[in-house]
C-alpha cells in the first residue's frame, strides 16, 4: 500500500495503487471526490525548478459532505469513479498540475458511509464489506511529467542508444514496461563491450587480463566468459555491490521479452537503468580523479 503524498508524487500513468485498506462504513478514507480535497504532497514547480509542496483542488465534487455514496459512484458493485483534480504550488501560487485520477474498489461495499446521518437503507446499503482495498490510479496528468536524464549517462552512449536510452525511460515514466524493457536491452547489446572497454582503462582495473578477454571474445563473439570473468579484474569500486554487475547486465538479454507481465517489465527495465547508471557513473567519476590528479601533478612539476 502507499499513501496519497507519495502516489500524487511519483505514480505513473495507469500505474494502480491501494492507497487504502480494510475498507468499512466507519473506515472509509477516499471513497469520494471531497476526500481528496486540500491533500498536500510534494511535486516539481516548473515555475520555481524545484519540487514544492502543493494543495489539492477537486473543484466543486469537494464542496459536498456525503451520508452515502452517490450511486454513479460505483460500477456494479464496485467503487469506480473518475474526476478532476488541480495541484496548486503553495510556494509560487502560479504553477499548477491537471489530474484525472481514477477511484476503484477491488471489492463489493456499501454506499454507507455515516451510519449516524443514513435515514434511507437501499439495496447496496446492506451488501457485507470484507477487507476491501482502494485503489487509485492517474488516467492523465497535465503538464506531462518530463524525462529527466542523467547527462553523464546520455553522453557515455552513441547518439543511437542515447535515443533508446531517452525513449526507455520515457517509457518508464509513461508505463509502458514492455516498450521501456526493449530499449534497455537494446542499450546492454550494443554498449556491454564499450563498458568493458572503459573499465579496462580505469587505473586500479588489471589491462591486461581484461583485454585478453576481449581478444578471446572477438575471435568467438558467441563464448559469453567475458562476462563471467571480467569481475576478477575490474577495481573495486565497481566489486562493491557483491556481485558481478556486467554479468548481472549481460543476462538480462537472454530472457524473453514478453515472459513478463507489463509491471513487471517495467520493473525490470528500472532496475536495469539503475545498475547501468551506477557502472558509468563509477567509470566517470574514477576517470574524472585521474584527469584531476594528472593536473596536479602537472603544476607541481611546474
Given at each position: ?21 480494510n475498507y468499512s462504513a466507519d473506515n472509509n478514507d477516499y471513497s469520494t471526490p ?48 473518475t474526476f478532476n483534480a488541480i495541484g496548486k504550488c503553495q510556494s509560487c501560487n ?209
Amino acid at each position: 500500500m502507499t499513501n496519497l503524498q507519495t502516489f500524487l508524487s511519483e505514480s505513473v500513468l495507469y500505474q494502480k495503487q491501494i492507497i487504502f485498506e480494510n475498507y468499512s462504513a466507519d473506515n472509509n478514507d477516499y471513497s469520494t471526490p471531497d476526500r481528496f480535497n486540500e491533500k498536500t504532497f510534494e511535486y516539481y514547480c516548473c515555475h520555481e525548478d524545484k519540487n514544492t509542496t502543493f494543495k489539492l483542488d477537486v473543484g466543486e465534487v469537494g464542496r459536498y459532505s456525503y451520508s452515502r455514496i452517490p450511486e454513479e459512484y460505483f460500477n456494479g458493485e464496485h467503487l469506480d469513479f473518475t474526476f478532476n483534480a488541480i495541484g496548486k504550488c503553495q510556494s509560487c501560487n502560479k504553477f499548477s498540475v491537471y489530474f484525472l485520477l481514477n477511484v476503484t474498489s477491488d471489492k463489493p461495499i456499501s454506499d454507507i458511509i455515516s451510519m449516524h446521518e443514513v435515514n434511507l437503507f437501499t439495496d447496496r446499503s446492506n451488501i457485507d464489506v470484507d477487507g476491501a482495498n482502494i485503489i487509485i490510479q492517474k488516467a492523465g496528468v497535465f503538464p506531462e511529467v518530463s524525462v529527466k536524464i542523467n547527462k553523464q549517462v546520455l553522453k557515455f552512449f552513441s547518439r543511437e542508444m542515447s535515443t533508446f536510452y531517452y525513449k526507455g525511460v520515457k517509457c518508464i515514466n509513461d508505463n509502458y514496461g514492455v516498450g521501456a524493457l526493449a530499449y534497455f536491452r537494446r542499450i546492454i547489446e550494443n554498449e556491454l563491450l564499450k563498458i568493458i572497454e572503459e573499465i579496462r582503462d580505469l587505473p586500479d582495473s588489471d589491462k591486461t587480463m581484461i583485454q585478453k578477454l576481449l581478444d578471446e571474445h572477438s575471435a568467438n563473439p558467441s563464448v559469453s566468459t567475458i562476462y563471467t570473468h571480467i569481475i576478477e579484474y575490474m577495481p573495486n569500486s565497481l566489486k562493491i555491490l557483491g556481485h558481478n554487475p556486467i554479468k548481472l547486465l549481460y543476462n538480462q538479454t537472454s530472457e524473453g521479452l514478453h515472459s513478463y507481465t507489463e509491471n513487471e517489465s517495467k520493473e525490470r527495465a528500472q532496475e536495469i537503468r539503475m545498475l547501468l547508471e551506477f557502472v558509468i557513473i563509477r567509470i566517470n567519476e574514477e576517470k574524472s580523479i585521474v584527469k584531476d590528479i594528472k593536473e596536479i601533478i602537472k603544476n607541481l612539476k611546474s
